[in-house]
């Protein structure tokens, strides 16, 4: 993960740290949460607000199971490029699966702390927890999507170029590689300079 990526991904972290106990509160008030369409396969935000222990450790449970179907998917992805050659596809989605399994490590970590939580009947805890694996899966979204922009045809098309030569009609004919002939120059006689010895 380059630290450019870091740096935004705990920006991400912070910023839905800081507002886990107010972005529960406020997304139980209708009137004040814009309509929002899940993602697939995610529950809708106001529905997280009410969402209990067991349902926080499925829905997490979830997450991880995304995770780690997209990082089946990207490994098949690099096997491919990697099977083609292709160096820049191999690149590009290497360090797409290496992000994937990183948050996949985290995510896992996470939902053990969540599942610590759980026992203690920590709820501030347990937000916090379910709020990071939340952000972690919308970072997997947004990775899948990556990923299947390393493998797009537009970008790495090798075939598609057509090269059309025009050449300007004022252009000399000769070849440049063959000099022409030079006539032979007439030396014009210089007498030698008188002498005062003669």
Do not use: W, Y
Request: glycine share 6%; hydrophobic share 35%.
């Amino acid at each position: 993960m380059t630290r450019r990526m870091r740096v935004i991904l705990g920006s991400v972290i912070a910023i839905g740290l800081a507002t886990s106990g107010l972005g529960f509160a406020g997304a139980q008030n209708d009137d004040e949460v814009a309509e929002e369409a899940p993602a697939e396969g995610e529950v809708d935000v106001r529905r997280r607000a009410n969402l209990g222990p067991q349902e926080q450790l499925q829905e997490a449970r979830a997450i991880q199971q995304r995770g780690t179907d997209l990082s089946r998917r990207v490994s098949a992805m690099l096997d491919e490029a990697r099977q083609e050659r292709d160096i820049i596809r191999v690149t590009c989605v290497n360090d797409k699966l290496t992000q994937v399994n990183a948050n996949l490590r985290t995510v896992e970590q996470r939902i053990d702390n969540l599942e610590d939580a759980v026992e203690a009947d920590d709820s501030s805890r347990r937000n916090h927890e379910f709020t990071v694996i939340t952000v972690l899966g919308q970072k997997f979204v947004v990775l899948d999507r990556e990923a299947a922009q390393c493998i797009g045809q537009d970008i790495f098309e090798t075939g598609a170029t057509r090269v059309i030569t025009e050449i300007d009609p004022d252009t000399p004919t000769e070849d440049p590689r063959t000099l022409p002939d030079i006539p032979p120059g007439v030396i014009p006689f210089v007498p030698p300079p008188e002498s005062g010895t003669i």
